[in-house]
């Protein structure tokens, strides 16, 4: 399902019956045109880079962690109770969490060890390491720029907010930024690929220093531009779709290559494939030429609907029925609503 949260950012998914998957890379909706990405290889070469997306991420995570499951979410774990949906397949949205393709926002993972933290504790960490930042969020947040839902206001307010949480502050000297390094591999520097002890610089405070440092950075625990998913995550959204007996698409354009392709596949087996999103998706004519003249929406289905209005009302009206609608193999599997279900 692919919906636009409250706080103004992009999340897909596509329940399927069968599965569902959910992109927000790129960015489809006019308002994020002039938002750039950090590139993985970017933040992984660059000190400065990662200054400043810790430093954005520091002032955008306080609303972003707050971002609510909408109507169209909680219908799509209604779908699953009611037995349509033998997975969801989702990409980022921080709580939807049942096969994320793109990783999760809630925590940070070390880029050499791949232990995770809690990105709670994790924001604590940085408030103490910038406590003039931390003085400005919190200046913010009194201020009600970071709370408002209405992006003029925010804007008035000197603040603007990219689909990733972050916070774009005009005048900040994002250098000033200092985050820490991964506690783990700072307590016992691991060994490389070589057998060579890497090594970990800190400050007086324990931010990661540049210099001597070749290991310990900790990324967002998500799949930026330019990382591969990892090979365990796509096997097992490979999996969903390979089970499934059709796919739904909700909310996106599946721009990225790696949402397409679950679809592409599940074509490629023949299930029906339905779409349900407003503006264009990518490749569609391989996904609908097949249809008859006259289809009635079995052999595959696109429309435009607003997913906030749309699946509630399909809920509904599907809750009506008595019929079990997934077969008995595919219900031994039991479907596992997101948490916040
Ligand atoms: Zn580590």
Redesign the pocket.
């Known amino acids: 399902i692919g919906v636009e949260s409250q706080d103004g950012w992009t999340i897909d998914a596509h329940p399927i019956h069968g599965a569902a998957a959910s992109t927000n890379h790129p960015p489809v909706g006019s308002s994020f045109r002039t938002y750039r990405p950090i590139y993985f290889h970017e933040f992984v070469a660059n000190h400065a880079a990662r200054k400043r997306y810790w430093a954005r991420s520091f002032l955008g995570w306080t609303n972003l962690n707050k971002s609510k499951p909408n109507p169209a979410h909680r219908a799509v774990a209604d779908l699953g109770r009611l037995g349509y949906l033998s997975s969801v397949i989702t990409q980022t949205h921080p709580s939807l969490r049942t096969l994320e393709l793109h990783g999760y926002l809630r925590s940070a993972v ?6 995770e933290y809690d990105r709670q504790l994790f924001q604590n960490d940085l408030a103490q390491l910038n406590p003039a930042w931390s003085d400005f969020l919190n200046e913010m947040l009194a201020s009600g720029a970071l709370t408002t839902e209405n992006p003029d206001e925010r804007r008035r307010l000197g603040l603007k907010t990219n689909p990733d949480g972050d916070v774009d502050v005009p005048g900040v000297d994002y250098a000033t930024f200092r985050y820490p ?6 307590a016992k520097p ?1 060994t490389d690929k070589d057998g060579k002890r890497h090594v ?1 610089e800190v400050d007086v405070d324990g931010a990661w220093l540049a210099g001597n440092s070749t ?4 990324k967002p625990n998500v799949i930026m531009f330019g990382e591969s998913i990892p090979d365990t995550t796509k096997v097992a959204a490979e999996k969903a779709i390979d089970e499934a007996s059709r796919v739904l698409v909700l909310g996106s354009s599946l721009a990225t290559y790696s949402a397409w392709r679950l679809v592409k596949r599940a074509r490629e087996q023949a299930m029906p494939v339905g779409i349900v999103n407003i503006g264009g998706v990518r490749g569609e004519d391989q996904f609908f030429g097949h249809l008859s003249t006259g289809n009635t929406g079995k052999e595959g289905l696109r429309c435009a609907h607003i997913l906030e209005e749309m699946l509630p009302s399909l809920v509904t009206e599907l809750s009506q029925r008595s019929t079990a609608p997934l077969t008995a193999s595919a219900m031994a599997r039991p479907f596992v609503p997101a948490p916040w279900a």
């Open positions: 070390c880029t050499t060890c791949r232990t390094a991964c506690p783990s591999c700072l691991p970990v290991a310990g950075i900790l």
